[in-house]
């Protein structure tokens, strides 16, 4: 059964850190394009970042960059996304998922990728 577990969310104060993790089964992650996404109360999906798998090459939106780190371990099969310097702005749910692809234009999917159930981050004092 393919799945993808995100975990590591929590509530953190501005400017705290916060290291998500999403653990695959029934595939393998290295083959795959590999994306975090997030989703505030209101708000569109945003994509936050991504991992090629064609060149191994990360991409981050402009909203996280410098603060965010994708990292992978395959041994674990499991992908992370270290979140530094949070701001409330950051809060929201948090997906990772497979892509079609991904570059510097953004992240993308279809209907036949596949999602973790989402974890909450919540930034505030």
């Known amino acids: 059964q393919v799945q993808l577990v995100e975990s590591g969310g929590g509530l953190v104060q501005p400017g705290g850190s916060l290291r998500l993790s999403c653990a695959a089964s029934?595939?393998?992650?290295?083959?795959?394009?590999i994306g975090w996404f997030r989703q505030a109360p209101g708000k569109a999906r945003e994509g936050v970042s991504c991992i090629s798998s064609s060149d191994g090459t990360i991409h981050y939106g402009d909203s996280v960059k410098g603060r965010f780190t994708f990292s992978r371990d395959d041994a674990k099969n499991t992908v992370y996304l270290q979140m530094n310097s949070l701001k409330p702005e950051d809060t929201a749910v948090y997906y990772c998922?497979?892509?079609?692809?991904?570059?510097?234009?953004?992240?993308?999917?279809?209907?036949?990728?596949?999602w973790g159930q989402g974890t909450q981050v919540t930034v505030s004092s």
């Open positions: 029934g595939f393998t992650l290295d083959t795959y394009t």
């Open positions: 998922a497979t892509l079609t692809h991904c570059n510097y234009t953004g992240l993308y999917y279809n209907a036949y990728n596949y």
